[in-house]
């Protein structure tokens, strides 16, 4: 070995025997039995500890690791109310997706006899109209898109019409679709 590894190792072995005193990470259980104590009689001296009745579903058994004094300052009457609270055992990963899907597009907010037909580009593999909402906002759509209030999807775009498709729940509870047609209206130029 060389000098300075030498040295460094005697070093070590010094500090090994010098015995460096042994710093304890927290309180002791001792100390913590004597808080919890206090804490005890200072609960009873402010108006007493609630007591169940032995063998009660709250009762705490002997050797169940269960510490008895805890058991007993426990709320005797407690019922839980889940209104308004989340349900424990659902997904967090279900909820995000069905909010994903709850979001409704700019042109599912109108009703149709709101929006208005502008144009229709129709020579191109797919056709496309250009609808305006109420607001003077402009949006281009083709089939499939999802538009208006009741569910609405574009199911075919003709030379100066789309054809809408949307789902009713009529007076007896049943699903119903209708179809219609917004036509692009002519201007009354002169």
Known sequence: ?????CVLALALLALTWSGCPKQSAGPKVSEYQKERAAAMERQKQQGGVPTRAAGGPGQARQGAGVDPTFAAAAPVNYAY??????????SFILDRIKEKDSVKGPLEQFDLSQLQVTGVV???????ALVLDPSGQNYIVQEGDAIGKND??????????VKV???YVD????????E??????????G
Do not use: C, Y
Not at 1 to 5: D, F, L, P, Q, Y
Not at 81 to 90: A, E, I, N, V, Y
Not at 180 to 189: C, K, L, T, Y
């Open 180 to 189: 219609i047609e917004m036509r692009v209206r002519q201007s009354q130029g």
């Open 171 to 178: 007076f007896h509870g049943e699903k119903t679709t209708k």
């Open 1 to 5: 070995m060389s000098h300075s590894k």
């Open 122 to 128: 129709w020579e191109t593999n797919r056709r496309r």
């Open 81 to 90: 109310d889940p209104l308004g609270k989340r349900d424990p055992f659902r």
């Open 165 to 167: 498709r949307e789902a």
């Open 152 to 161: 609405g999807r574009v199911i075919g775009i003709g030379d100066s019409a």
